[in-house]
């Protein structure tokens, strides 16, 4: 069952996608997919070569940029940055509960210039919240 939640009119983030919401995604004018899952994380999930398989054969492009309980690190920023400015249509980004992916949207966009209030108050009306990385965000945002 499809939980697709909207950050902005480009980006939707989800918890761990099922193959069919692949078609769903597609089926909802998605144009990339940025899956944020470490393969082998969860072993019964869809594993990122399955997603980019369905993603393919609905006519979607796919991104890996993994997070693992390392953290974030600047190259997976610009990994983030690079897919918003490829994607050709909305972007929706996943991961086991959607956190990732909203907090990895957060630091792109605090780098790209955004105002950090405005990123905090968009990620909490899709239900998330940034607070763990507010720093990392506002030291983004300043540069």
């Given at each position: ?9 480009n ?17 909802a ?5 940025v899956?944020?899952?470490?393969d082998?994380?969860?072993p ?7 997603i980019?398989?369905a993603?393919?054969a ?34 929706l980004?996943y ?17 790209q ?10 990620a ?9 990385i ?6 983004l945002?300043?540069?």
């Open positions: 069952m499809s939980d697709f939640r909207q950050l902005t009119e980006v939707l983030v989800s918890p761990q996608l099922a193959l069919d919401d692949v078609a769903a995604a597609a089926a004018g998605v144009a990339m997919i899956n944020n899952r470490p082998g994380e969860e019964s999930a869809p594993q990122g070569d399955e980019a398989a993603a393919a609905a006519g979607l492009n796919y991104v890996a940029i993994p997070i693992g309980h390392s953290g974030f690190s600047e190259p997976q920023v610009n990994a983030m940055i690079a897919a918003l400015e490829q994607a050709e249509g909305p972007i980004a991961c086991r509960s959607g956190t990732r992916s909203t907090l990895l949207w957060a630091l792109a966009s605090a780098k210039g955004m105002d950090p209030d405005t990123i905090a108050r968009t909490a009306q899709a239900g998330y919240d940034v607070s763990p507010r720093s990392l965000i506002d030291m945002a300043a540069r």
